[in-house]
């Protein structure tokens, strides 16, 4: 009986958190959910590409990415979405679309790079918890 209740327990434990996805498999944000950054800017630009994890966690909220404090997609989970921007650092958030059980909690931020000419990864994923941002790692 134990041995049920530890694997019952375990596989709850492990179906908690969102599952990484390869970018290439993550499925475009529809273009109506893209409010900003979608065009080469003047001059020297970069790429940031944000992933949503999959999974049942969170997936009945989307979430908004901002970038400097603007709105730029709204992203489901399994979704990228792309931004063009300068060459800097820009703050990448991300936040609850919505209200009720989608609202209240805190903008996320980090500290994101752009560089001339390059695609720059970042992944948001879940838990329990809540919700995290932060750069892609391909753990292959």
């Not at 009945?60 to 970038?67: A, E």
């Not at 931004?83 to 990448?92: A, E, M, V």
Request: glycine share 16%.
């Amino acid at each position: 009986m134990r041995i049920l209740i530890g694997a019952v327990v375990f596989a709850l434990l492990t179906g908690c958190a969102s599952s990484a996805i390869p970018v290439n498999q993550a499925e475009p944000v529809p273009s109506d959910e893209l409010y900003a950054f979608q065009s080469k800017p003047a001059g020297e630009s970069g790429k940031l590409t944000v992933v949503r994890d999959s999974g049942a966690v969170g997936s009945g909220c989307d979430i908004v990415v901002y970038v400097d404090g603007r709105k730029a997609a709204k992203i489901g989970t399994g979704q990228r979405a792309s931004f063009y921007l300068p060459p800097g650092t820009p703050n990448l958030g991300a936040g609850l679309a919505g209200s009720g059980l989608c609202g209240g909690a805190a903008i996320r931020t980090i500290s994101a790079s752009v560089q001339v000419g390059k695609e720059n990864l970042y992944r948001i994923s879940g838990d329990m918890a809540g919700f995290y941002i932060g750069p892609y790692v391909d753990y292959q």
